[in-house]
């Protein structure tokens, strides 16, 4: 006996030392909570860093390119801190395990891709009909189907909002640089909580992968949103209670709340309903938790456009190409500004409104064939959309600033 | 500083993004700004790859390298393909074991068979790599060398740190002795 008892101390300390050699230096910044440094991170890397601090506790997923970066950093890192890592059979499984969680008191998030996610839409409408608080990272890469995998694409923007049968709203963040990816996933994890609903978080593959010189915020500045408990008793309580701006407690499984949840239409107390009433009342709690909340919701960045008589609108990646090209034709004299959504869902009406006011011509560049140009179609005027101009690429490379200028050149 | 461009070429195995990685890193030791992106197939070995770092004193927009400072080609086909993106002042790095022909001859060219180099000194292909990542710093300064070997040492495996110091190391001297 005190032989084997050895053994596995030997054996531990070998397994301590080869973790402690592993460890990346990114990683290594991450462990010391404050006085952060400057540190080359890949945007896979911060989208799970952010997970981490935001205090995610479980991940289910099914690892694909270009997410897979998520999922491996997760099963390393959740178990130590004393979370939960599941390698799923597929996304259907995966979708459907975060959500449990979740209701289980879990903050629980999964990473995947187009393919990925197409399977989970079903998953996506039972997280947002029954109010549970999820967070799905989908990595966008070119499709339609498996597509190409390690290329860029923005072709899944209107999936996101209208993937699911059924007509529930969406709360969508979309980052462009690495400390996004970071402040983005810890954004969409307190929004999931505070909303109770499914929040995605799209990337682009380029973005995913890249690596860049960041400097995370210290922990004591990071703000995480919990979801709201029941202060009832467990007999009084309502599993959909509407309380202020919609957003009512949330019990969790094993804490003596009984509740029951269901992806039919329910009433108050999460029982199936067929009475139009309480149908309706359903769907426009649904509808009014997210649009009586837009000025928390919608996040946008206003880049030079104040004097600007051509406005720019892309998200992502693509706002990237979009801010090199405003700095070329600046540097030419030519007044062009950015207008960029961080939250594309709900989108960014009012900002768009007001921008349309001001600038002569938009042009939208996406790496699709057109699916944020119809947005802005959608808000001018005089439904003349001769100003709205399109600048669109499938081919799996991403926009050059000078296809943006070539664009701004012919409009101008 | 303007934004410095830096493509390294040629095909999956052959440790480029890994190269890329280290020279980004080393970059932000120097407290520069920088970004790395890639491309590559889906094939883990074979096909083509290359890795883009851009250092900048300011904000960098757009992350890919598009009209090159220097160019590091290791196969013919990433030579022919990228040749022509470099810049006119830029400085060009060819690996003659599989680069025959050249195209245009840039200003600034510099030919080595670096995998020749790396089985014949270092034992083994592996370390091209790095062998031709310190050729070229020590040609175009872009990072500090202390940088470099602190970046190499935080990046690659406890166990590999001496193999590739050297080679490092073997990168440097080259760049010194060429054309001597």
């Given at each position: 006996m005190p032989n084997s008892k050895k053994t596995t101390k030997t054996t531990k300390a070998a397994a301590k030392e080869t973790k402690a050699q592993q460890t990346d230096t990114a990683l290594k910044e991450l462990e010391s909570k404050s006085k952060r440094k400057n540190v080359l991170m890949q945007g896979n890397e911060a989208v799970s860093y952010g997970a981490l601090d935001a205090g995610c506790n479980f991940f289910a997923g099914y690892p694909i390119t270009p997410s897979t970066e998520i999922a491996e950093i997760l099963a390393a890192e959740l178990p130590k801190r004393g979370g939960v890592f599941i390698q799923m059979e597929d996304e259907i499984a995966s979708i459907c395990a975060i959500t449990g969680a979740s209701l289980a008191g879990a903050k629980a998030l999964t990473a995947t891709s187009g393919p990925g996610f197409s399977l989970m839409q079903e998953g996506i409408g039972f997280a947002k009909i029954t109010e549970t608080p999820c967070v799905v990272v989908n990595v966008q890469r070119v499709g339609?189907?498996?597509?190409?995998?390690t290329s860029p694409a923005q072709g899944d923007i209107m999936q996101a909002r209208w993937?699911?049968?059924?007509d529930a709203p969406a709360i969508v963040l979309y980052p462009d640089s690495v400390k996004e990816c970071y402040e983005l996933t810890i954004r969409a994890i307190n929004l999931s909580e505070k909303y109770r609903t499914c929040v995605i978080l799209l990337l682009d593959e380029v973005l995913g992968h890249m690596r860049e010189s960041v400097r995370l915020p210290d922990m004591e500045n990071v703000r995480v949103i919990n979801r709201i408990k029941p202060t009832v008793p467990p007999h009084w309580y309502k599993h959909y209670d509407e309380n202020q701006k919609y957003l009512s407690p949330l019990a969790s499984y094993g804490e003596g709340y009984r509740f029951h949840v269901t992806g039919?239409?329910?009433d108050a107390l999460g029982f199936p309903t067929n009475k139009a009433t309480e149908g309706a009342e359903m769907m426009e709690r649904l509808r009014k938790k997210i649009s009586y909340n837009i000025r928390d919701l919608v996040q946008i960045e206003s880049h030079?456009?104040?004097?600007?008589k051509i406005a720019l609108f892309a998200a992502g990646i693509s706002a990237r190409s979009a801010k090199a090209a405003v700095a070329i034709a600046r540097s030419e004299g030519v007044k062009v500004g950015l207008l960029r959504p961080l939250t594309i869902w709900p989108f960014p009406d009012e900002a768009v409104r007001k921008m349309l006011q001001h600038v002569e011509t938009v042009i939208v560049p996406e790496?699709?064939?057109?699916?944020l140009i119809h947005e802005i179609k959608r808000l001018t005027?005089?439904?003349?959309?001769?100003?709205v101009i399109g600048l669109q690429r499938v081919n799996g490379k991403m926009i050059t600033p000078n296809d943006i200028l070539r664009k701004i050149k012919e409009v101008m | 500083m303007k934004n410095y461009e830096i493509r390294l070429s040629g095909s999956?195995?052959?440790?480029l993004i890994l190269a890329g990685i280290i020279l980004a890193r080393a970059a932000v030791i120097d407290n520069l700004r920088v970004t790395q992106t890639q491309s590559y197939g889906?094939?883990?070995?074979?096909?083509s790859s290359r890795a883009d770092v851009i250092i900048s004193d300011q904000e960098i927009y757009f992350p890919e390298a598009q009209a090159f400072n220097c160019l590091l080609a290791l196969t013919q086909e990433a030579c022919d393909k990228y040749?022509?993106?470099?810049?006119?002042?830029g400085t060009l790095i060819v690996d003659t074991t599989y680069v025959k022909n050249l195209a245009m001859a840039a200003e600034k060219t510099y030919e080595l068979p670096f995998t020749e180099i790396a089985i014949e000194k270092?034992?083994?292909?592996?370390t091209t790599n790095i062998i031709a990542l310190g050729f070229m710093v020590r040609l175009i300064?872009?990072?500090s060398e202390e940088s470099l070997a602190q970046s190499l040492r935080e990046t690659v495996k406890p166990a590999f740190i001496d193999l590739n110091i050297k080679a490092m190391n073997l990168g440097f001297e080259l760049a010194d002795n060429y054309g001597k």
């Open positions: 339609p189907s498996t597509g190409m995998p993937g699911s049968h059924g039919l239409t329910h030079q456009l104040e004097d600007a790496l699709n064939q057109g699916q005027k005089d439904k003349s959309d001769s100003n | 999956g195995g052959q440790g889906p094939e883990s070995r074979g096909g040749l022509f993106d470099l810049r006119e002042q270092l034992g083994s292909a592996i300064k872009v990072v």
